[in-house]
């Protein structure tokens, strides 16, 4: 139980960086600035970056409790994922179907927006563009899978995206035991956070 007494609460991407990265100092009075943005993560660090691409002449304030990358953006395992989260149906409750597509489409243009500034910018933090995968083992598991694919197909989004892996390419990528199929989603970027916040 000791262990679990001294363990830090921070995440571990952090442990590789010396204290400079960890805090800033308090503000000490009034600040004038065009926009403050409240919560040093990555929508925060993001729309900084816009706003100041837009107009660097912008005076423009992260206010952070504790460091930038301290809470959920820093502890995310180090992925960025092009889709919705709980899936498009749950969007398409509060508008239109219509809407919660382009919003989809939105989130799979992210993940190359996101390699495109990390190229442009030269930020060094380990990033890789590549997918995940999802394997079933049982037919339940297997018909999930491709329902959601052939309900991707009919929404419009196609095989670079979205497909199910035929058994070489699961192998390939998995060789798991008792594996009958593979899902594979082609819109994950991998990235170290604590390199990309301190860049």
């Not at 921070?10 to 805090?23: T, V």
């Not at 030269?122 to 999930?144: E, M, Y």
Request: net charge negative; glycine share 10%; hydrophobic share 40%.
């Amino acid at each position: 139980m000791s262990s679990l007494q001294n363990a830090r609460e921070a995440p571990l991407w952090l442990d590789s960086f010396d204290e400079s990265l960890h805090g800033r100092k308090p503000l000490d009075g009034p600040v004038s600035v065009d926009v403050a943005i409240i919560g040093g993560g990555y929508s925060g660090l993001w729309t900084a970056y816009y706003l100041l691409e837009n107009d660097p002449s912008l005076r423009v304030l992260i206010i952070e409790k504790e460091f930038c990358g301290y809470g959920a953006s820093g502890r995310n395992g180090g992925w960025c994922e092009g889709a919705l989260a709980g899936g498009t149906e749950k969007y398409a409750k509060r508008s239109t179907m219509g809407e919660a597509l382009r919003l989809e489409r939105t989130m799979f243009e992210t993940v190359d927006e996101i390699q495109a500034v990390l190229d442009s910018e030269d930020f060094n933090c380990d990033f890789h563009k590549g997918g995940f995968v999802s394997v079933a083992r049982n037919l339940p598991q297997a018909q999930r899978q491709r329902s959601a694919v052939e309900l991707a197909r009919e929404r419009g989004t196609g095989e670079e995206i979205i497909r199910i892996l035929d058994a070489d390419e699961a192998r390939a990528h998995v060789n798991a035991l008792m594996c009958i199929q593979v899902f594979s989603l082609l819109l994950l970027l991998l990235l170290t956070p604590a390199k990309w916040l301190e860049d």
